[in-house]
């Protein structure tokens, strides 16, 4: 084969007969992860509260039937229950859950400034909504927080051949960031570019949606346990970020 039809080539859909749940799956980096499972083969149900933009998901025809979309409120144990469930009766099994499903709280200035309400409700969609969707995914449960969460989950369930990873990028322009911060999408590209150790790249939803493709296939049949950190080396040393976002909101 020579060079220019091996361009032409399709790419190998690396998903085949995999069934996906995705929380928070109609928009930001869960829509465009569900896109590309369903572009690799896989049989996607997206799972959020945002039902209009669930639906326009589902209803997408460039998807060709891949995916399909239910409401879910990953904070109430009945509604994550039921995604499994759906999931499980449409397509018989489930293969592969994404505890996609977050919040962007707002900046403050000191804890004194963050209201209980709040606190809790963020706490309860990032990491009670990663634990129920673990429990009912598995069957099972665990006592920490999202990162030993999945070390935990690692170790008891890898007696079933169940790989538990998770994922932490940094801020990606989500159109819940740009709500959270109230600024747009080129506006946290520069806040967080000028942040960044790796420079002339910029994070995008896609990105950590493929490194979640990887975590997903077969490519990483012997990868569990790990937080995969699609930061550009932020959380290596850097304390830029919050300086910039600091100096954005003084001006």
């Known amino acids: ?63 060709n039937g891949g995916i399909s ?3 879910c409120d990953v904070t109430s144990e009945s509604d994550v229950e039921n ?10 099994k489930l293969d592969i859950m994404f505890n996609n ?7 403050y200035e ?3 400034a963050i209201e209980q309400k709040e606190y809790k409700r963020l706490f309860d969609v990032n990491v009670l909504g990663s634990f129920l969707g673990a429990k009912h995914a598995a069957k099972t449960a665990s006592k920490h927080a999202v990162v030993g969460l999945t070390k935990n989950l690692c170790v008891e369930l890898e007696q079933y051949g169940i790989r538990v990873n998770c994922i932490s990028p940094h801020f990606v322009a989500t159109p ?15 806040i967080v570019s000028s942040a960044a150790n790796l420079k ?10 493929d490194a979640t493709l990887f975590l997903a296939s077969e490519e990483s049949k012997y990868v569990s346990g790990l937080n995969l950190v699609v930061d550009g080396g932020y959380s290596a040393t850097n304390i830029a970020f919050p300086v910039s976002i600091q100096k954005f909101f003084s001006t």
């Not at 499903?101 to 900046?107: D, E, I, S, T």
């Open 176 to 190: 819940m960031v740009q709500k959270a911060i109230r600024i747009d999408t080129k506006k946290v590209e520069e």
């Open 69 to 71: 979309y239910v409401h």
């Open 83 to 92: 995604a499994v469930n759906t999931a499980m009766s449409k397509h018989g």
């Open 200 to 209: 002339g790249v910029v994070l995008e939803a896609r990105d950590v949606a």
């Open 101 to 107: 499903a977050g919040l962007a709280g707002q900046l």
């Open 1 to 63: 084969m020579n060079g220019a039809s091996s361009l032409l080539a399709p790419i190998a859909k690396r998903l085949v007969g995999k069934v996906a749940l995705i929380t928070g799956g109609a928009s930001g980096i869960g829509e465009s992860t569900a896109r590309l499972f369903a572009k690799h083969g896989a049989k996607v149900i997206i799972a959020d509260i945002q039902d209009e933009l669930g639906f326009s998901v589902f209803q997408d025809k460039s998807i």
């Open 110 to 112: 000191n804890i004194l």
